[in-house]
């Protein structure tokens, strides 16, 4: 499944996008919308982006458990080696240690991942914050011509600014580059 990426300048372009890929066949489940103005996609009943897409919940909660992980490894290995509890401790009593130390690395990293945007949509905020509207539309495999080729026939003023192979990935990097015509143009990978 790929995620496309488009800008769309208002309000009413966007619900007419949303309108033509319905038709398209996309189901509204897979097309969410990031923009600042979430009272106006609400009351043209338009799906705003939820908390895994706006927000680094995903990607610093893996790196907090991998931190986690590393710690509780290199702890539960200095106390197996000073034994500051004595020689009779089971092993799995430092199995438990480590699991703790991961799930509590996982914890910490999904609270700061709750506080910072995510990366991927961070190139495009100075356009949220402009007002535009950025649509995240999740094509099925041989949809995303289909879409592209509609959005290029129906919606110009709309533009295709990135295509991810799946926006889930929370360690995708965005790279932005720019076409001779200056459009600007996304490439995540």
């Known amino acids: 499944m790929k995620c496309l990426y488009y800008l769309a300048p208002t309000l009413d372009e966007t619900y007419r996008i949303s309108q033509d890929l319905r038709d398209a066949g996309v189901n509204d489940f897979f097309l969410h919308i990031v923009s600042k103005d979430e009272a106006g996609l609400k009351k043209v009943k338009l799906h705003s982006s939820n908390y ?82 950025l649509l995240l539309i999740y094509a099925r495999k041989g949809q995303g011509e289909v879409i592209k080729e509609m959005m290029a026939a129906k919606h110009p003023q709309a533009r295709h600014v990135a295509t991810d192979r799946h926006f889930v990935n929370p360690f995708a990097v965005v790279r932005r580059k720019r076409r001779p015509d200056q459009n600007h143009t996304q490439v995540l990978s």
């Open 52 to 133: 895994l897409e706006t927000l680094d919940l995903l990607r610093d909660g893996f790196i907090g458990a991998n931190v986690g992980f590393i710690a509780g490894v290199i702890g539960t290995g200095l106390l197996m080696y000073f034994e500051p509890f004595g020689p009779g401790v089971p092993k799995f009593v430092y199995l438990i240690l480590i699991l703790v130390a991961t799930l509590f690395g996982a914890w910490e990293g999904g609270l700061f991942g709750v506080d910072t945007e995510n990366q991927k949509l961070k190139r495009f905020s100075e356009d949220i914050e402009a007002g535009k509207y």
